[in-house]
């Protein structure tokens, strides 16, 4: 059994870590309100725009659809990443980064990965594994805002229009609560419409035609598709952060006590051991 010196010194270690661990869980559900609050007010902005760009797609033909909606013959992939920039969050990361492996090894197995990484943890992993990272854009979330990611997302777009990739796939975790991510391999480029029904398009006039108002709404929908991804992610990322802390501090609490009981014993036989001691000498001194 350790001394007493030791289990003393590792129940104050304990008790410092369930602190930090304590404050961080609380940091980051201050963090998480703002985020969710966020991604919440953009989804039914995002999803009407996405189902009205569809809806307009699929009324056009194939050949109208531009460069965006074009589909190729798949060579080379894109994979964008999307996580944070520090740990302490359970496997929000690893989730992210074995979702990558599984669609490079198992739905693009031979084709000509690249890597644009959203986050310090996959820019880290993926330039240590010599993979092709064309950008890293780590300092995203110090500065969260639409413009910021619409630069993204033009970068993305010119070099789609350019022929360097003939898909593009966001991979990020969406926030659904406190506790749940899911994993989401969203397809970016090409644009593919979901839905054959093209009746609610006759229910609008259109000015200026049809097919300047899908010119003019691929490029924001796609902009606001990636800014509703990052903005999950953020969301998610404090939510399981917030998880995994409480977790830690609960696990230190119960070691604490744990420690705390082992202390109690170890105390109470040296103290034992100490009055048989006395007992046995003041015998020996009497007889």
């Given at each position: 059994?350790?001394?007493?010196?030791?289990?003393r010194s590792?129940?104050?270690?304990?008790?410092?870590?369930?602190?930090?661990t304590?404050?961080?869980?609380?940091?980051?559900?201050?963090?998480?309100?703002r985020?969710?609050?966020?991604?919440?007010?953009?989804?039914?902005?995002?999803?009407?725009?996405?189902?009205?760009?569809?809806?307009?797609?699929?009324?056009?033909?194939?050949?109208?659809g531009?460069?965006?909606?074009?589909?190729?013959?798949?060579?080379?992939?894109?994979?964008?990443?999307?996580?944070?920039?520090?740990?302490?969050?359970?496997?929000?990361?690893?989730?992210?980064?074995?979702?990558?492996?599984?669609?490079?090894?198992?739905?693009?197995?031979?084709?000509?990965?690249?890597?644009?990484?959203i986050?310090?943890?996959?820019?880290?992993?993926?330039?240590?594994?010599?993979?092709?990272?064309i950008?890293?854009?780590?300092?995203?979330?110090?500065?969260?805002?639409f413009?910021?990611v619409?630069?993204?997302?033009?970068?993305?777009?010119?070099?789609?229009?350019?022929?360097?990739?003939?898909?593009v796939?966001?991979?990020?975790?969406?926030?659904?609560?406190?506790?749940?991510?899911?994993?989401?391999?969203?397809n970016?480029?090409?644009?593919?419409?979901?839905?054959?029904?093209?009746?609610?398009?006759?229910?609008y006039?259109?000015?200026?035609t049809?097919e300047?108002?899908?010119?003019?709404?691929?490029?924001?929908?796609?902009?606001?598709q990636?800014?509703?991804?990052?903005?999950?992610?953020?969301?998610?990322?404090?939510?399981?952060?917030?998880?995994?802390?409480h977790?830690?501090?609960d696990?230190?609490?119960e070691?604490?006590?744990?420690?705390?009981?082992?202390?109690?014993?170890?105390?109470?036989?040296?103290?034992?051991?100490?009055i048989?001691?006395?007992?046995?000498?003041a015998?020996a001194?009497?007889g």
């Amino acid at each position: 059994m350790a001394n007493l010196k030791e289990i003393r010194s590792r129940i104050t270690s304990v008790g410092s870590t369930m602190q930090i661990t304590s404050a961080m869980k609380m940091v980051s559900a201050a963090k998480l309100k703002r985020a969710q609050d966020a991604i919440v007010k953009m989804r039914p902005y995002a999803n009407k725009l996405t189902e009205l760009l569809e809806s307009l797609s699929a009324s056009l033909d194939s050949s109208d659809g531009g460069v965006y909606s074009t589909k190729r013959e798949i060579s080379k992939v894109l994979i964008v990443p999307i996580t944070s920039n520090r740990g302490l969050c359970g496997g929000f990361n690893a989730y992210i980064i074995k979702r990558v492996y599984e669609l490079i090894n198992v739905h693009y197995k031979n084709k000509e990965i690249s890597i644009l990484s959203i986050g310090k943890k996959s820019s880290e992993h993926f330039s240590k594994n010599n993979f092709n990272i064309i950008g890293s854009h780590d300092e995203l979330f110090n500065d969260l805002t639409f413009e910021n990611v619409s630069s993204i997302a033009d970068d993305i777009m010119k070099k789609y229009r350019e022929g360097s990739f003939d898909k593009v796939v966001l991979v990020y975790n969406q926030f659904k609560n406190a506790a749940t991510q899911i994993i989401m391999a969203e397809n970016f480029l090409p644009i593919q419409s979901e839905s054959n029904d093209t009746q609610a398009v006759g229910d609008y006039l259109f000015e200026p035609t049809k097919e300047e108002i899908v010119e003019e709404l691929i490029p924001k929908s796609l902009k606001t598709q990636m800014f509703k991804a990052i903005l999950d992610s953020h969301a998610a990322e404090h939510g399981a952060r917030m998880t995994a802390m409480h977790k830690a501090t609960d696990n230190a609490s119960e070691l604490k006590k744990e420690l705390t009981l082992t202390y109690n014993k170890a105390r109470q036989a040296a103290i034992t051991g100490e009055i048989l001691e006395i007992v046995g000498g003041a015998e020996a001194l009497n007889g």
